[in-house]
């Protein structure tokens, strides 16, 4: 897939895999638009909206909200005119129902998900990632104290902002996210290997390494 191709394309992979980390990349170098729908989420419940309010005892557990709002809330995202310079869908799906519902979304939108590269990482790695990271509400970057440290303690490089840890970056809720990754979102790798579009990475290799092999599949797409 060339450089200036419009991208449409789904990251999966269980909590702390890299999702985050290589969508910063993949935008960078693709230009196409980042949906998370866990940014999504989180956004909603600090502005306090009727979403908001529905998905902040799942999110804080580390449980999967409901299907139809996810659903509704991606719909109405992807209806928007700017995901023509293609898409990252970050987090979504995450359920059968849910992979269904995009599969019926992006044919009515006339931009059918081209690759879905799924992030494979062991969980006491992730684990460690998960509890060392920081993040900055006011800009959103998102930092590591064992692998990419701010460069003045608890500070954002970007914007200067206090860094924070995640509400659901507790060993307890880590357990129930990747439970819910095992139980609910592993079927998802099955679905689309079936429809020849899937392509795994090691998400256990540096940041580098492991963006230079999605841009392979990328390009074999
Ligand atoms: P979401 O925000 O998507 O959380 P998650 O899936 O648990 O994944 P994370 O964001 O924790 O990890 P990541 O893979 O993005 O890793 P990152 O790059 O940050 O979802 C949150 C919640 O929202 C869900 O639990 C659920 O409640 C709800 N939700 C969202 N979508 C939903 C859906 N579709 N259906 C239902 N509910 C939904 O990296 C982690 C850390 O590791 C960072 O500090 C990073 O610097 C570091 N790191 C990254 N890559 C490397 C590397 N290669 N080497 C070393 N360190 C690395
Ligand atoms: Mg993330």
Do not use: W
């Not at 580390?62 to 869908?89: F, H, N």
């Not at 359920?95 to 879905?116: D, N, S, Y």
């Not at 206090?162 to 790798?189: C, G, M, N, W």
């Amino acid at each position: 897939m060339k450089q200036n191709a419009k991208l449409n394309i789904v990251l999966m992979g269980p909590p702390g895999a890299g999702k985050g980390t290589q969508s910063e990349l993949l935008v960078k170098e693709y230009g196409i638009l980042h949906i998370s729908t866990g940014d999504m989420f989180r956004e909603a419940i600090a502005e306090k909206t009727p979403v908001g309010l529905k998905a902040a005892s799942y999110t804080n557990a580390g449980l999967l909200v409901p299907d139809d709002v996810v659903i509704a809330l991606v719909k109405e995202r992807l209806s928007k005119p700017d995901c023509a310079q293609g898409y990252l869908l970050d987090g979504f799906p995450r359920t059968i129902p849910q992979a269904e519902a995009l599969r019926e979304l992006t044919k009515e939108i006339g931009r059918p998900v081209q690759a879905v590269i799924c992030l494979k990482a062991e969980p006491s790695i992730l684990i460690e990632r998960i509890v060392s990271r920081r993040v900055c509400p006011t800009c959103g970057a998102s930092y590591n104290l064992l692998s990419k440290k701010p460069k003045v303690e608890g500070i954002c490089d970007n914007c200067g902002g206090k860094l924070v840890q995640r509400k659901d970056d507790t060993r307890e809720s880590f357990a129930t996210r990747l439970d819910a990754y095992q139980k609910s979102t592993a079927p998802l790798i099955d679905f689309y290997k079936k429809q020849g579009i899937l392509g795994e990475v090691d998400g256990l290799q540096d940041i580098d390494a492991v963006f230079g092999d999605i841009r392979k599949i990328l390009e074999r797409s």
